[in-house]
């Protein structure tokens, strides 16, 4: 496992379950106690978590500090391959309006996916992503629009009022979202406002919503909140995601879908 990684699911722990300690780490990430202590060390500047004495505790604050993309796809590819594989479930067999592609590592993954699949070829792809909608078109595929806008270099997607001015004109029988993070109480959220408001754009223009998140997004917190438990019809993710949080999503009235992370 890559360090940059074994940090997030730190950071993810540390919130989902208020409190951890150095021991309990360094025996589930097979490493040295000290690695964990550096690991500690560095969240805890970046504000992630609170150091406390043997561990960690749960920091109060919003997270703004981005994994930059590379480093993004090398997280958990596993899981994230397995989350865009069950996704393809959730794809119209028959569409009018086609579906959006929201940006990320786990919507790329979709991405190399929907290339292969049939029904991809008879209904427009709308996605605000650069690496996606490369993907798409280098292997042929004729019907997808990338949006315009201005393209935030950290995520390879476009932001600004254009794709918001744009997406006001559409709709899609489906939208496939990631997200840097996901809560109860703060739903998803992101680290950038432009991001979001894109993202949100997408959700308000479609009819059904499917979130591809892995578990190290849960029980963190970004600065901008882009949609809330509500807006959710289908959240797939992985199985090392902790039960008692996955039985709170359903009782919000989300189809959950989990997949094996290995």
Same mark, same amino acid.
């Given at each position: 496992?890559?360090?940059?990684?074994?940090k997030?699911?730190i950071?993810?722990?540390?919130?989902?379950?208020?409190?951890?300690?150095?021991?309990?780490?360094?025996?589930?990430?097979?490493?040295?106690?000290?690695?964990?202590?550096?690991d500690?060390?560095?969240?805890?500047?970046?504000g992630?978590?609170?150091?406390?004495?043997?561990?960690?505790?749960?920091?109060?604050?919003?997270?703004?500090?981005?994994?930059?993309?590379?480093?993004r796809y090398?997280?958990?590819?596993?899981?994230?391959?397995?989350?865009?594989?069950a996704?393809?479930?959730?794809?119209?067999?028959?569409?009018?309006?086609?579906?959006? /592609?929201? @940006?990320?590592?786990?919507?790329?993954s979709?991405?190399? $996916?929907?290339? %292969? +699949?049939?029904?991809? *070829? =008879?209904?427009?792809?709308?996605?605000?992503?650069?690496?996606v909608?490369?993907?798409?078109?280098?292997?042929?595929?004729?019907?997808?629009?990338?949006?315009?806008g201005?393209?935030?270099?950290?995520?390879q997607?476009?932001?600004?009022?254009?794709?918001?001015?744009?997406?006001?004109?559409?709709?899609a029988?489906?939208a496939?979202?990631g997200?840097?993070?996901?809560?109860?109480?703060h739903g998803?959220?992101?680290?950038d406002?432009?991001?979001?408001?894109?993202?949100?754009?997408m959700i308000?223009?479609?009819?059904?919503?499917?979130?591809?998140?892995?578990?190290?997004?849960?029980?963190?917190?970004y /600065?901008? @909140?882009?949609?809330?438990?509500?807006?959710?019809?289908? $959240?797939?993710? %992985? +199985?090392?995601?902790? *039960? =008692?949080?996955?039985?709170?999503?359903e009782?919000?009235?989300?189809?959950?879908?989990?997949?094996?992370?290995?």
């Amino acid at each position: 496992m890559y360090a940059e990684e074994r940090k997030r699911q730190i950071a993810s722990l540390t919130a989902i379950e208020g409190r951890v300690s150095v021991s309990a780490l360094a025996e589930r990430f097979d490493v040295t106690a000290e690695t964990i202590r550096r690991d500690l060390a560095a969240l805890s500047k970046e504000g992630s978590v609170h150091r406390v004495h043997g561990g960690a505790v749960a920091s109060q604050s919003f997270l703004t500090a981005e994994m930059p993309l590379d480093a993004r796809y090398r997280s958990s590819s596993g899981a994230k391959t397995a989350i865009a594989r069950a996704a393809l479930d959730y794809l119209p067999d028959e569409s009018t309006d086609g579906i959006f /592609l929201d @940006s990320g590592s786990t919507i790329s993954s979709l991405a190399a $996916l929907l290339v %292969d +699949d049939p029904r991809a *070829a =008879s209904w427009p792809i709308v996605t605000r992503s650069l690496p996606v909608a490369l993907e798409l078109s280098g292997e042929g595929m004729t019907n997808v629009q990338l949006l315009g806008g201005t393209v935030r270099a950290l995520s390879q997607a476009v932001v600004g009022d254009t794709p918001l001015r744009t997406l006001a004109l559409m709709t899609a029988d489906v939208a496939f979202i990631g997200t840097n993070a996901l809560t109860v109480d703060h739903g998803l959220s992101s680290a950038d406002p432009q991001e979001a408001a894109v993202k949100a754009a997408m959700i308000t223009n479609a009819r059904k919503v499917v979130v591809l998140c892995d578990s190290t997004k849960l029980g963190t917190d970004y /600065l901008v @909140s882009f949609a809330g438990l509500a807006d959710i019809d289908v $959240l797939i993710i %992985d +199985d090392a995601a902790p *039960a =008692s949080l996955l039985a709170e999503f359903e009782n919000h009235g989300i189809e959950l879908v989990v997949v094996s992370g290995e």
